[in-house]
């Protein structure tokens, strides 16, 4: 996914997608997002893709919260005794929890190409590069059918 970003010099947004009944993905949602808007994006980037190649190990929520400290202490950081005392980062959590669902999304990670009147979900990585094209095809027939149509009012004022 990075590296489609970097190729194709997309902006990428990510979102948090809670998975119904998993036991510590809420706990390390309001990690990474304390992460991203306290420390820096760049941390909970890291964070999140430490999490994920280590998530075999991570049984439990107090296996979650030693995995982070130990991550925290290596980059000189402690988490903080209360992690979101305005409730802000909770929050922001829900709101991207509704958006997915609003969306009807059903599976985590989740890939969204999003174009100004169309999306696509992909589900599959191996097929990212396809629905970038795709987007970047529909983005382009929209752009020539918007210029044939100023074209066309211009030539032909009412």
């Known amino acids: ?9 997309i902006p990428l947004v990510e979102y948090d997608f809670l998975i119904p009944g998993h036991i510590w993905s ?5 990690y990474s997002r304390y992460m991203k808007d306290k420390i820096s994006p760049a941390s909970a980037e890291d964070y999140r893709r430490q999490v994920f190649a280590a998530q075999y190990r991570i049984a439990s929520q107090d296996d979650l919260l030693s995995f982070t400290k130990q991550y925290m202490g290596s980059h000189g950081k402690q988490l903080p005794m209360i992690l979101d005392p305005t409730g802000e980062l909770q929050r922001e959590i829900d709101a991207d929890v509704n958006l997915g669902r609003k969306l009807g999304l059903q599976e985590t990670p989740t890939i969204v190409i999003v174009t100004p009147h169309r999306w696509i979900q992909v589900k599959d990585v191996s097929q990212l590069d396809a629905a970038i094209d795709q987007a970047k095809t529909w983005v382009a027939e929209t752009a020539t059918a918007s210029a044939h149509r100023t074209t066309a009012s211009a030539a032909h004022p009412h």
Do not use: C
């Not at 996914?1 to 010099?9: E, I, L």
């Not at 809420?26 to 309001?30: P, Y």
């Open 26 to 30: 809420h706990q390390g949602a309001l």
């Open 1 to 9: 996914m990075h590296a489609a970003v970097g190729q194709y010099k």
